[in-house]
């Protein structure tokens, strides 16, 4: 079990990933159509493997938003480079970010943490796949 604050993951300069990701969202309440954003963050994949330093290969890996949320990724979906369909040399990481914009998120909730991915494939609906204020990553 580790637990890793704000300034933890901040001070992982070596595995830290500012970048732009184009979101697709089914038009829902507040989610835009379509819009891009630029976050920062660290590599969901390089945290478990390089910081936590897994002694075996997960089955899976379960995000747990702080309103229940629950997102359930293969290790593939979290060690794969996604796209983004305006930019087609992208290759995007999947994040654990705390500012969206230059705005930090911590202002916002007690877990100031979003799961951040691209796209899989031209047309994906990837918001789906994000989980705001991520409260626990369990690894099984």
Known sequence: KKLYSLDDLKAMTD???IDTYFSRGKAKGT???EQHDTFTGVSL???LLDKIGLKTLPMGIKVIGEDGYTKVFTLEEVTGLYMDETRPNAKLEMIIAWSQNGTEFKNQSSQPFRIITGQ???GDYNRQD???YAKKILVY
């Open 45 to 47: 994949y390089k945290l």
């Open 120 to 122: 899989k494939y031209e």
């Open 130 to 132: 994000w989980v705001n």
């Open 15 to 17: 595995i830290m990933v």
């Open 31 to 33: 989610w835009a159509a």
